[in-house]
């Protein structure tokens, strides 16, 4: 299975049109991809928190649109990243949509870790309340979203779903780096998944970005790394590897709690 991590430099200079449209391009490069995975709130930035309630769109807006026809243009299973969602009544979520190598919408996911401690986002957008999962043809994705990296009890949620892959896009800043990489792996090894987490770079709101996108296989060994500017990481790894390494020690086997 061949994976495209794009991690996008989310800059101030740049409109969210034009980001839509140059992003909706790179998807298209990918081409050949069995899946492409864009960042958490790529286009305002996960620390604008003055920009969501302008920016917000309806779930079948802009960005829905523009993606779900660069998927259907590259032939890519596509997680576009999330939006920020404006519902009908009003109320603003941090929404994840993945689309099929046609085209339509697969699954969304509206983040259920909100980052804020009691301002910013936690207290701007609602909290969602599904766990999501997406069956390829080479693997089923459990779906989260940055700050949820850091609750392995999702985690083991999207694992008892049937996750054998975890997708994680983020907005993680340069000054919790470390964390960034740890918790990836520990996410991998405790759940014996591939980890697929894709970040941004540049700088918005101020906030330097952690960039270093990474993809982890099952025993916690880093397959590829990003560096800290934008990039396209790609990798390519055996999905069956999974079912291999819960064979071969089964320690989700003798979970007790």
């Avoid at 340069?174 to 770079?201: K, P």
């Amino acid at each position: 299975m061949r994976a495209s991590l794009i991690q996008i430099a989310v800059d101030e200079g740049e409109s969210v049109e034009t980001r839509r449209l140059r992003v909706a391009s790179l998807v298209r490069e990918q081409a050949g991809a069995d899946l492409v995975v864009l960042p958490e709130l790529w286009t305002t930035g996960a620390f604008a928190f003055e920009e969501f309630a302008g920016e917000a769109e309806p779930l079948e807006g802009p960005t829905h649109e523009l993606m779900a026809k660069a998927a259907s243009d590259a032939g890519v299973w596509l997680h576009a990243g999330s939006i920020p969602e404006r519902t009908p009544d009003g109320t603003l979520y941090n929404t994840s949509l993945l689309f099929s190598p046609s085209g339509e919408r697969a699954a969304t996911y509206r983040k259920i870790h909100r980052f804020g401690f009691d301002k910013g986002e936690a207290v701007l957008m609602g909290r969602g309340e599904d766990l999501v999962t997406v069956r390829l043809p080479e693997t089923t994705l459990g779906v989260a979203t940055c700050y949820d990296l850091r609750f392995p009890e999702l985690f083991r949620g999207l694992v008892d779903a049937g996750a054998e892959t975890l997708v994680i896009p983020a907005g993680w800043p340069e000054r919790r780096r470390d964390h960034w990489t740890l918790l990836a792996r520990a996410r991998a090894v405790e759940n014996q998944a591939f980890v697929l987490a894709c970040g941004t770079a540049g700088t918005h709101a101020r906030v330097p970005q952690a960039g270093h996108s990474i993809v982890v296989d099952p025993w916690g060994q880093v397959l590829a790394e990003a560096g800290a500017d934008e990039e396209v990481l790609t990798v390519e790894f055996d999905p069956g590897k999974v079912a291999v390494t819960r064979e071969q020690f089964p320690a989700l086997k003798d979970r007790v709690l």
